[in-house]
């Protein structure tokens, strides 16, 4: 079995340094799929999404203006800010590359809805 070094950059600006197994560096992060239930942290918001930073994720994670929640609102910011921990569940993935950059290879869609 071979093992590979991984340098982790902590808090205090200083380095640790781990070995662990390549099988248990891939079975450590499982895929987001339909239905799962995740918890983030809004990094950005736009006129029509929200951004949603989400541990293990292996796309982008957005929530679409009409899946914010069930009440009425006119700005987005009336319901959510930017380091608001939300909770939200996985509606769809979508990982293609068409009409996105080559930089975002796929897109993570979330609901908060009904939390």
Same mark, same amino acid.
């Given at each position: 079995?071979? =093992?590979? =070094?991984?340098?982790?950059?902590v808090? &205090?600006?200083g380095?640790?340094? @781990?070995? &662990? +197994? $390549? *099988? ?5 992060s499982? @895929? ?8 983030? &942290? !809004?990094? #950005?918001?736009? =006129?029509d999404?929200?951004? !949603? ?6 796309? /982008?994670?957005v929530?679409?203006r =009409?899946?914010?929640t069930? #009440?009425? $609102?006119?700005?987005? *910011?009336?319901?959510?800010? !930017?380091?608001?921990?939300? *909770?939200?569940?996985? &509606?769809?993935? %979508?990982? /293609? %590359?068409?009409? %996105? +950059? *080559?930089? !975002? ?7 908060? #809805?009904? $939390?």
């Open positions: 079995m071979y =093992n590979i =070094n991984i340098v982790c950059i808090s &205090t600006g380095l640790e340094v @781990m070995t &662990t +197994s $390549f *099988e248990e560096l891939l079975n450590s499982e @895929m987001l799929k339909k239905g799962d239930k995740v918890t983030g &942290t !809004v990094s #950005k918001i736009d =006129n999404k929200v951004y !949603v930073d989400v541990a293990g994720a292996q796309y /982008d994670c929530i679409l =009409n899946q914010i069930r #009440k009425p $609102f006119e700005n987005i *910011e009336e319901v959510l800010s !930017v380091g608001d921990e939300v *909770e939200a569940q996985v &509606t769809g993935i %979508r990982a /293609d %590359r068409e009409k %996105r +950059s *080559e930089d !975002v290879p796929g897109v993570i869609y979330l609901s908060h #809805k009904n $939390f």
